[in-house]
């Protein structure tokens, strides 16, 4: 019981010492504080001005269908030789470094 009650002087103590530390503001200070924040506000342009319009292709010309990107090299399987020469599977070798760097 005695801890507990030196927790609550403690917390009593420190309570008084922030209430006493609390200063009185004037009001008109308060109100100048908030007019000077409204002004501020007020300069910056809305969300519907900074919308831009679309851009448009640097040469003019109008995009084409999207043509899907393919790999030029062989398959490698995973049980092929590696082709970088080393002699060991790809799978033990080449494929690993592959995968880490894709996720």
């Known amino acids: 019981?005695?801890?507990?009650?030196?927790?609550?002087?403690?917390?009593?103590?420190?309570?008084?010492?922030?209430?006493?530390?609390?200063e009185q503001v004037e009001e008109d200070a308060l109100r100048s504080t908030w007019r000077e924040t409204a002004a501020i506000h007020e300069d910056t342009p809305s969300a519907a001005q900074l919308e831009?319009?679309?851009?448009?292709?640097?040469?003019?010309?109008?995009?084409?269908?999207?043509?899907?990107?393919?790999?030029?090299g062989q398959k490698v399987g995973r049980n092929d030789p590696c082709p970088c020469g080393s002699g060991k599977k790809y799978k033990n070798c080449c494929a690993r470094s592959a995968s880490a760097s894709a996720g």
């Not at 019981?1 to 609390?22: H, P």
């Not at 319009?53 to 640097?58: H, L, W």
Request: glycine share 6%; aromatic share 10%; hydrophobic share 35%.
């Open 1 to 22: 019981m005695r801890t507990f009650d030196l927790m609550w002087s403690g917390i009593d103590e420190r309570v008084i010492d922030i209430v006493y530390r609390i």
């Open 52 to 72: 831009q319009p679309e851009r448009s292709f640097s040469d003019g010309s109008e995009a084409g269908p999207i043509q899907p990107i393919r790999n030029s």
